[in-house]
DNA sequence: CAGAAGATCGGG
DNA sequence: CCGATCTTCTGC
């Protein structure tokens, strides 16, 4: 089932890891294509130097002072288009990048595999036909933590460990045996 | 208005 | 290690 707004709308530091192991949905002429969420990021409100949102409202950030639930794309280096969910409520910017998909490992292989540009600005996750996100109830995969990557100009910021990765498969199913 | 740097990636 | 490539923000 589709991820609905009550998701979304949750501290941005739940929300991240929550992400893992679920399902980005791309539609494509008719055709929906999942990509199973493997590793993402949070960025933290105004305080958090890393984050976008530090350097205060803009036309670029406004997205992330909106509702939870919308998306935030944006272009880095002239040719990567990064992809990330808004969570928490109005007024609170918080946003998870979307590191990597199977698939796809890394911010930028990501944009390039889904497809994205800048018509996704703002785009709602909850009533979109071009892409959302899944939830197959699958059991939450183990889950690792770091810090983030790129971000050594935000000062103490940096050191957070805000990164989330899954583990490369589920063993669950496993543990009974052994 | 010019300049610099950026939540990156791939090639040499 | 460097180039690609362009948007956004900062400073003069």
Redesign the pocket.
């Known amino acids: 089932m589709r991820l609905t707004t009550e998701f979304f709308e949750r501290n941005v530091l739940e929300v991240a890891p929550d992400l893992l192991g679920k399902y980005i949905a791309r539609q494509h002429g008719g055709v929906v294509t999942l990509h199973r969420i493997v590793e993402t ?1 949070a ?1 933290c409100g105004e305080e958090d130097l ?3 949102a530090s ?1 205060g409202r ?4 406004e997205v992330m002072y909106g509702r939870g639930g919308l998306v935030y794309v ?7 288009h ?1 992809l ?1 969910f808004v969570t928490a409520g109005e007024g609170n910017p918080q ?1 998870a ?1 979307i590191r990597g998909v199977e698939g796809a490992i ?4 990501v944009g390039k595999l889904l497809q994205l540009d800048k018509s996704f600005y703002a785009e709602d996750l909850v009533t979109s036909t071009r892409i959302w996100v899944e939830d197959k109830n699958e059991p939450a995969p183990q889950i690792q933590t770091g810090k983030r ?3 050594d ?1 935000a000062g103490s910021w940096k050191n957070k460990p805000w990164r989330f990765m899954a583990a490369a498969k589920n063993l669950q199913p496993l543990c009974g045996a052994l």
């Open positions: 990021e960025y890393a984050c976008h350097k803009t036309p670029r950030t944006y272009l880095i280096y002239g040719m990567y990064l990330n946003a990048l890394g911010p930028g292989r990557i790129g971000v100009y």
